[in-house]
């Protein structure tokens, strides 16, 4: 999802992706080096860097791997997700 947005953006300054299976969605609107992200499910309107965007995906994947490996302590041990 998030590869997806940065991929859109970068081609088409502007991206919509579903966030999840409710189909609540961000749109990226891009600005230079800066990202703006609205919501439909918050009136918030945040501003990340292009390089903030980048990271993203990264920080996403270590954070869904640590809530995975504290409550399923054997998923750590697995290989396809060591720590």
């Not at 945040?46 to 054997?74: F, N, Q, V």
Request: negative net charge; charged residues 20%.
């Amino acid at each position: 999802m998030l590869m997806q947005l940065k991929r859109d953006l970068l081609q088409f300054g502007t991206a919509v992706t579903e966030t999840s299976q409710t189909q609540d969605t961000i749109t990226a609107s891009r600005y230079g080096d800066s990202v703006q992200l609205s919501y439909s499910f918050s009136p918030i309107v945040s501003t990340i860097s292009m390089d903030e965007l980048d990271g993203l995906p990264r920080i996403a994947l270590r954070e869904a791997r640590t809530l995975l490996h504290s409550t399923h302590k054997e998923l750590a041990e697995n290989e396809p997700f060591p720590s």
